[in-house]
């Protein structure tokens, strides 16, 4: 439950698309009249963006990390996006819970269950007891080998903490993002991230109108 609004998170390793497509996407939909709020994770709140800074520049155990995040997540949820979608926004976020399990569960092979917890107590709606987790009404997965996406921001910028990982860590944090699609077939669709722009674009067009949302 979301309210009147429209959830979509955009999902994947770096490289893959996410910030190009969200873009387009956010153009598209604002074109159509509807209101649309661009956010990212970690971060999106001034808290949350103070905890992404922690987590991107400094080592630390995975405890403290996931905490970290999910800390963030929750400030960003209750602060940003449930106003918007109870305003009737399109949230466009680059980056949400699935990429926890994809990164720390997959990538650094921390404990699934406690993730789990973590998530169902950050996304359980403010005020309710007992609640299922608020989750994205759509989650695109922008997947590709990660030796494409390296050869893709090759040139870009500087790497971060998390971008300096080998292949073998990238592949994990796919394998990470392919179990979350798994369990939740009915959010996730996975783009074939590996064609050109326009192949890419008419994949998260059609994903998208499938739904009846442009
Ligand atoms: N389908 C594509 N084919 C080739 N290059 C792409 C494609 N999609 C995006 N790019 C380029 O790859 C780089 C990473 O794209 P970006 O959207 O920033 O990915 P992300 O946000 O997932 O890291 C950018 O330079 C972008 O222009
Ligand atoms: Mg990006």
């Known amino acids: 439950m979301t309210g009147s609004g429209t959830f979509i998170t955009f999902e994947g390793i770096d490289g893959a ?24 994770e970690p971060g999106g709140t001034p808290l949350a963006e103070g905890l992404r800074a922690l987590f991107l520049q400094q080592e630390m155990d ?44 997959g990538g650094r092979g921390f404990d699934l269950a406690v993730l789990q917890q973590l998530e169902a107590w950050v996304q359980r709606p403010p005020g309710a007891v007992a609640a299922a987790p608020i989750q994205p009404d ?54 074939d991230a590996d064609r050109p722009p326009e192949a890419v674009w008419a994949q998260v067009q059609q994903a998208v109108a499938a739904r009846g949302w442009v």
């Open 17 to 40: 698309g996410k910030s190009t497509h969200l873009t387009a996407l956010a153009d598209g939909l604002r074109a159509q009249g509807r209101e649309v709020l661009v956010t990212r």
């Open 138 to 191: 759509l989650t695109l997965w922008f997947d590709l080998p990660p030796a494409v996406a390296a050869a893709r921001r090759a040139a870009a910028r500087a790497a971060d903490r998390l971008e300096r990982e080998d292949s073998a860590f990238f592949e994990r944090v796919r394998s990470g993002y392919a179990l979350r699609a798994e369990q939740a077939p009915q959010r996730f669709v996975r783009i």
């Open 62 to 105: 995975p405890l403290t990390e996931a905490l970290l995040v999910f800390a963030g997540r929750r400030d960003h949820l209750a602060r940003v996006i449930l106003p918007a979608l109870a305003r009737g926004s399109a949230v466009l976020c680059d980056r949400f819970t699935d990429a926890t399990f994809a990164y720390q569960g």
